[in-house]
């Protein structure tokens, strides 16, 4: 393993020094119901994985990248019929990222990549992005997730679901099996609006998650397995790993990345 780790959590100040990392990978979780099988920190928990195996792998390729600590509560306003869908406001979560993007700009990170391991962040995450260039004293900012995964790891789910379906099943029992309840892995029911013009993906709106995934999870998870689970994250960090040695080694420009 390369030393300094870049996890920022797990280094000391000399290490931090040693390294002078000029990107910094921001990784969003969630805590939010997963219906009956999955635990509330299973956006959390898959996200920290992601993150931490991705910034190790630029780390032996020469990234100076440095992973902060996964973010446990961000956006759920969507799933607020559910207990304890952990929430902070829209405007909250954008000063809150402000806030540690501009520190990280002047401990010396150029690049910012944000890891969002959860959907509800989505649009925000972008009015972000769009709201931070409209200045010059703040770094380069990109937003991925685990769509990073190869087309061929991604196939391996067979059926996809917008939230605790077979793929983020198949996460929890690469990452955390010891709180998967198998008894409870089930085909969950999904709703759909009434109006059918609302059923086109081209119209957007705030899904009441309550009405949309009754269970707090939807979809048929009976074919995750832990074997899926690691191949998607596997390929997913090796893809966000280049990505950090692509951002960490590109020369400062003005007009940077063009
Ligand atoms: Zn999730």
């Given amino acids: ?38 635990p509330l920190g299973t956006d959390t928990f898959q996200t920290d994985v992601l993150a931490k195996r991705a910034t190790r792998l630029a780390r032996e390729r020469g990234a100076r990248v440095v992973c902060y600590p996964t973010l446990p509560i961000t956006l759920n306003n969507n799933c607020r019929k559910f207990p304890f869908a952990c929430r902070v406001g829209v405007r909250t979560f954008m000063s809150m990222l402000t806030d540690i993007i501009e520190q990280a700009y002047a401990d010396g990170v150029r690049r910012v990549l944000i890891l969002n391991g959860h959907g509800g962040n989505n649009e925000t995450v972008g009015a972000l992005m769009r709201d931070l260039a409209a200045r010059d004293d703040v770094p380069f900012v990109c937003v991925t997730s685990g769509g990073m995964a190869s087309p061929e790891a991604s196939a391996m789910i067979e059926h996809p679901s917008e939230h605790g379906g077979e793929r983020e099943a198949s996460y ?44 707090s999870a939807g979809g048929e998870q009976r074919k995750a397995s832990a074997e899926k689970g690691k191949a998607i994250i596997e390929s997913a960090a090796a893809n966000i790993a280049t990505l950090l040695v692509e951002l960490s080694e590109a020369p400062e420009s003005a007009d940077f990345p063009y």
Avoid: C
């Fill in 172 to 215: 929890q029992m690469y990452v955390r099996p010891d709180l998967v309840r198998h008894d409870k892995l089930a085909d969950n029911p999904r709703g759909q609006a009434t109006l059918p013009s609302l059923r086109n993906p081209a119209v957007q709106f705030v899904r009441p998650w309550h009405a949309h995934v009754p269970v």
């Fill in 1 to 38: 393993m390369p030393e300094p780790s870049g996890i920022l959590e797990e280094m000391t100040i000399d290490d931090l020094r040693e390294l002078a990392p000029n990107v910094a990978v921001i990784p969003l979780g969630s805590t939010e119901p997963h219906g009956p099988a999955l």
